[in-house]
């Protein structure tokens, strides 16, 4: 069994020359690479982040250990795509070997801005510490070293802050763990971290911070002072490991540990994009209309978010994005929306915010286990399991496809009603991501 990776749409994303301009269709949609192992590590508009199997790896074809024994995961192969780092930092990138190594294990937070700058550094454990007994507690509970890396902007870099700026958590006095780090649409930079409060229960904190020179001067400092940070807050709610979080150009999404949606807005103009009635607060609240799903996965994009539940529902809150003129049918607010044999629609009665889809695969109620959101556009991986049959996997796309980004065959540059992208059907999707105006698939195929 392979993978392969699709790439849809491209904006400023320019993949190795691979990248088809033209509208394509079935017999243009070619995948980008093939490996035995791809992940897809970081999205924005204008660059991407790609993790998969070495050369050898795959000509072994055991996880690179021809011994026999247990699979190593690593090494991994990165390729950076895209426009938004200089040489250096592509370079620094791709040749991390602890991000080589935290890659296949979904060890590394990457983070950036996916509609500003792109990526604007990472976190991985560092191979100079594997950490150390907790001399405070006596328990012999190891904590991993954290490396901090930093990418500087061209504006940046101008006024004299460093290309490249990396920082090791233990010498900064630093003794949580950073689990994930989000950008706000106005640039405030939130830090997720964990820190063992009891033997079995962590204290969840945000560090905010305005811009990237306060990040800098928090980093710098040995032990930090939590002055530095504009913000620091302890969440409502305890975090999944690994945490889910995600932002899109009003809202903030979360998953906690019981598999509930939390969400806050830092724009109310758009109360459909929060998914609850404002409150007049910016802290995060549980959405009420999911309270009793449990919820494995949550996306966002653009102004629309979307959770897929353990039972394969998809429920998805928000609106197209100002400006596009047309918006999904399935979020329109009056009357329902009919479904075809094999498509996607709503029942007339539905919550004021948040829409729960009528997924349909030859007629019958199909299993979402994927979604992603970008910037106006939205695509869903369903599956029909029949009793003695073969599984049938089907991917839907709707919402902007000015970049061609929906892998669609109509031509028109924005689809109201999802639509089985039938280039790839039959396929079954491993990784599903999409940002700016451009969509990543993996596809596991013989």
């Not at 996997?393 to 980004?405: I, K, M, T, Y």
């Amino acid at each position: 069994m392979r993978q392969r990776l699709y790439v849809l749409g491209g904006g400023e994303v320019k993949h190795n020359n691979k990248n088809n301009t033209a509208r394509p269709d079935s017999s243009a949609l070619e995948p980008v690479l093939e490996a035995r192992s791809i992940r897809v590590l970081w999205a924005a508009w204008c660059d991407a982040v790609i993790a998969h199997s070495s050369k050898n790896e795959d000509e072994n074809g055991d996880g690179g250990n021809s011994g026999g024994g247990v699979e190593e995961p690593w090494p991994w192969v990165l390729e950076y795509m895209g426009t938004g780092l200089t040489t250096a930092q592509k370079e620094c990138l791709t040749g991390d070997e602890d991000l080589k190594r935290a890659a296949p294990l979904a060890e590394a937070v990457l983070f950036g801005s996916a509609m500003h700058d792109g990526l604007r550094g990472y976190v991985v454990k560092s191979g100079n510490g594997d950490g150390g007994a907790d001399a405070g507690t006596g328990t012999g509970t190891e904590r991993a070293e954290q490396k901090i890396v930093l990418f500087g902007t061209d504006v940046e870099m101008e006024d004299g802050v460093p290309e490249i700026q990396t920082f090791l958590a233990s010498e900064r006095g630093f003794t949580a763990t950073i689990t994930d780090v989000k950008i706000d649409p106005s640039g405030c930079i939130s830090l997720y971290t964990a820190s063992p409060s009891t033997t079995t229960t962590t204290t969840d904190l945000v560090l905010r911070f305005e811009n990237f020179s306060h990040l800098r001067r928090y980093l710098s400092f040995a032990p930090q002072p939590f002055s530095l940070a504009r913000e620091v807050t302890c969440l409502p709610f305890t975090s999944p490991s690994p945490p889910q979080h995600v932002v899109n150009a009003t809202t903030t999404a979360a998953l906690d540990a019981n598999m509930h949606v939390w969400t806050s807005t830092s724009d109310p103009r758009y109360p459909k994009c929060l998914g609850r009635s404002y409150d007049g607060g910016f802290d995060m609240s549980p959405l009420p209309y999911l309270e009793e799903s449990c919820i494995q996965k949550i996306a966002a994009g653009g102004y629309m978010s979307a959770a897929v539940s353990s039972d394969g529902e998809l429920f998805v809150w928000g609106q197209a994005c100002p400006g596009a003129g047309k918006e999904l049918d399935v979020l329109k607010v009056n009357g329902g929306v009919g479904v075809q044999a094999t498509g996607i629609g709503v029942d007339e009665e539905q919550d004021e915010f948040v829409k729960c889809f009528d997924v349909r695969i030859d007629g019958q109620v199909a299993r979402v286990y994927d979604v992603t959101v970008g910037h106006g556009h939205i695509l869903v991986a369903a599956e029909l399991c029949g009793m003695g049959e073969e599984t049938r996997s089907v991917l839907f796309a709707a919402g902007d496809d000015s970049e061609n980004q929906l892998g669609l065959e109509t031509g028109a540059d924005f689809k109201e009603s999802f639509e089985e992208v039938a280039s790839l059907r039959g396929k079954r999707i491993v990784q599903l991501e999409a940002a700016g105006w451009s969509t990543y698939a993996v596809l596991l195929e013989k």
